[in-house]
């Protein structure tokens, strides 16, 4: 079982449409990250996320973090096709303090 | 700043085979984590170093897999024997403290095909 799960599993979209890919558990998060990996290439950080109802916008990106801190959106709008890769969302429960998890992550693959 | 350096980028071996990662995390880190990806699923730790100890390690098959970070710099992750079920990307991060906020910086991970 997935401490924290993913959806869609997979996302292919035109360029310029906007999307919403989900974080969800079960468990409460102290915190949560977003990670963005590119093929071949190790995971890079995009946000982190320590507050419920947390929202962070980072040029076309809007991340929120679930007023009970067990879930979290990442909100792209007017998608690129640089927007393509896997994105992971990682989290510490307040139960594990410090022991950091990933989801299996969105595919998301924009066309251009 | 350099990042995360790992070698090789890519190794073919058969099973029952032994083989080695190497990883030089980013100068003053003090964490450094090593990882499996498998296809299309995300990253799953299997040890965790604070320094040159060992924080967590509940998830590396001991009986296969060991690793070590001598002087709490360099890392190694070694197999051996290989089964096919370690095909996978082998992925090194640090971090500055490994606080669960800290930024994780991946290295480009050694994908390992094993035959």
């Known amino acids: 079982t997935q401490l924290l799960e993913q959806s869609p599993q997979f996302l292919s979209i035109q360029e310029g449409e906007n999307l919403t890919v989900y974080c969800n558990s079960s468990s409460v998060f102290s915190s949560l990250q977003w990670y963005r990996q590119e093929p071949g290439e190790g995971p890079v950080l995009l946000v982190t996320?320590?507050?419920?109802?947390e929202v962070k916008k980072l040029k076309r990106l809007t991340f929120q973090f679930g007023d009970a801190r067990k879930d979290s959106s990442l909100h792209i709008t007017a998608a690129q096709p640089g927007d393509t890769g896997l994105y992971l969302c990682a989290g510490a429960r307040e139960t594990s303090y410090d022991k950091v998890i990933f989801g299996p992550g969105t595919s998301l693959s924009v066309i251009p | 700043e350099a990042g995360v350096a790992q070698s090789p980028r890519y190794k073919i071996i058969e099973k029952r085979q032994s083989v080695a990662f190497w990883c030089n995390p980013i100068s003053g880190h003090a964490t450094l984590y090593w990882y499996q990806q498998i296809l299309g699923q995300g990253p799953k730790l299997l040890i965790q170093?604070?320094?040159?100890?060992?924080?967590?390690d509940s998830q590396l098959p001991k009986d296969r897999f060991s690793a070590e970070r001598l002087k709490g710099v360099d890392s190694t992750l070694k197999i051996q024997p290989a089964k096919l079920e370690d095909s996978a990307v082998y992925l090194c991060?640090?971090?500055?403290?490994?606080?669960?906020?800290?930024?994780?910086?991946f290295g480009p991970g050694t994908r390992l095909t094993v035959l």
């Open positions: 996320v320590v507050t419920g109802g």
């Open positions: 991060a640090s971090s500055a403290t490994g606080r669960s906020t800290d930024t994780q910086y």
């Open positions: 170093f604070q320094n040159n100890g060992v924080v967590d």
